[in-house]
């Protein structure tokens, strides 16, 4: 952080307190400039991630590096690693835990910024904690890149009875929103290609089944791309389940509302969001679903320095998608917001621009759902891969990603189990 010029008769700063490091948080720090604010972004990791090709990362299309930016070293805010524990609004301050020790501190306010965003949503269900894998963080990919090659390896095995081999070699996603959709493309070019030279007869007898409890995939986009997202998973032989919905995990297979069980060596989970423990324990104005809610100035309904902004809001009367789109377009308005103020300027209200939605559907077809145009196919593949490229922040990562990706193609994804 660069170091101030202070002037004696100038107005202290005012403090401002981020909490999170993901899209809406990490794009409010980089806009609020220097100068007129006492920036804190504090949030539990030290990196913001690139969530949008987070799927990738779980095959090794793409390498985990690539996808991060560090979160310390910004010229607008000092870091701290911490997560956020308890908000006491009378006090003004956010008592936080170091995610290495359990050491705790108190952060002071003037403004807080809540951009904690959310945790994957199991909904209760039985099992689903303890047994399935999640695809939110980093780690979640290490864990499903490592679990694909375990199951590979295990159902390799000489002598192992074929029941055991098919469930090893069973890989069930639960979820058919972009997420679940993603990941199974990702996981399909992962065995059609790569996994199928290393592992020949082994690969060639892996399932993919998609679990849908609603009655089609990507509810959220145009039904001809849904449907064209369908017909290319049955013709790739992924499985697509709808009106399937899970009820209960074990260990090795899961159970299904309408009955039936189903047995596998792999469940990832991507049924949505939930609220983490932070949100859950604040005691502000939220909705059925435990997101604060916030007026169109971005502020919690009833605060006048608390704001909510990303996955872990939503706007009053107008509830936006809780997608990386609307989390930065957030953060923006409100490093524009608080610099309009600073400035003794007018502040706007928020506006949401719907950019459209992009989703990878595997074998290099994409399909784009864009306010004035419907795409799918190759085409929109490279389309998907051009905004990503733009979009990724750093020109390392922009570098790294076009390598990887040249990588995968040309020279195959890496087949480490480390
Ligand atoms: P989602 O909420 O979009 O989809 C979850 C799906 O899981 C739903 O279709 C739901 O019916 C199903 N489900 C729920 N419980 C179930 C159960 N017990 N058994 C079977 N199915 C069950 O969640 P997702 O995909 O994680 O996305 C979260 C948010 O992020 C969304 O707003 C989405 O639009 C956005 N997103 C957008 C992307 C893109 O535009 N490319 C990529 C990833 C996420």
């Known amino acids: 952080m660069k170091p101030r010029v202070e002037n004696p008769n100038a107005a202290p700063a005012r403090r401002v307190l981020v909490l999170g490091g993901g899209f809406a948080a990490y794009r409010f720090v980089r806009e609020l400039g220097t100068g007129d604010y006492e920036a804190t972004l504090a949030s539990p ?15 090794g299309t793409l390498e985990f590096r690539s996808i991060l930016e560090p979160l310390r070293g910004q010229d607008t805010a000092e870091f701290q690693l911490a997560a956020a524990a308890v908000l006491d609004r009378e006090r003004k301050i956010v008592s936080c835990v170091s995610p290495l020790d359990g050491r705790k501190t108190d952060l002071p306010y003037d403004d807080l910024l809540i951009a904690v965003g959310a945790v994957p949503g199991t909904f209760g269900i039985p099992g689903v904690a303890e047994h399935a894998l999640f695809l939110k963080e980093i780690q979640d990919a290490r864990r499903i890149r490592r679990r694909v ?7 390799s095995w000489p002598g192992l009875e074929r029941e055991e081999r098919m469930r090893l070699l069973t890989f069930v ?6 997420t679940g959709v993603e990941f199974a493309a990702e996981l399909h070019d992962f065995l059609m290609k790569d ?17 849908e409890a609603g009655p089609s995939l990507l509810g959220a986009f145009d039904r001809t791309l849904a449907d064209y997202t369908s017909r290319r998973f049955r013709r790739a032989r992924i499985e697509v389940r709808t009106q399937a919905k899970v009820v209960k995990v074990g260990p090795e297979h899961l159970d299904l509302q309408e009955g039936g069980a189903v047995p596998f060596g792999l469940l990832v989970w991507a ?7 932070f949100v859950k324990n604040l005691s502000l104005a939220k909705d059925a679903q435990g997101r604060l809610i916030v007026g169109p100035d971005l502020r919690v309904k009833g605060e006048e320095f608390i704001y909510a902004l990303g996955d872990c809001s939503v ?43 992009l989703a990878y559907v595997g074998g ?10 419907k795409g799918s196919g190759f085409f929109t593949f490279l389309f998907w891969r051009s905004v990503y490229l733009t979009k990724l922040v750093s020109f390392r990562n922009k570098l790294l990603v076009f390598f990887d990706w040249f990588k995968a193609t040309f020279l195959g994804r890496d087949l480490s189990r480390i």
């Open 45 to 59: 990791r030290n990196h913001f991630l690139f969530t949008p090709l987070l799927p990738s990362t779980t095959v």
């Open 364 to 373: 290099h077809r994409a399909i784009a759902d864009l306010p004035s145009v």
């Open 195 to 211: 996994l199928a030279d290393a592992y020949p007869g082994i690969a060639s007898r892996a399932r993919i089944i998609l679990l």
């Open 149 to 155: 090659l375990d199951c590979l390896e295990r159902a």
């Open 173 to 178: 996603v639960v979820g058919g929103g972009p």
């Open 315 to 357: 706007l009053e009367g107008n509830p936006l998608p809780g997608t990386a789109q609307v989390a930065e377009q957030q953060g923006l308005y409100l490093a524009k917001a608080f610099r309009a103020r600073a400035k003794g300027k007018p502040v706007p209200m928020f506006t949401y621009k719907n950019m459209g939605m």
């Open 271 to 277: 049924t949505g969001n939930a609220p983490t423990a």
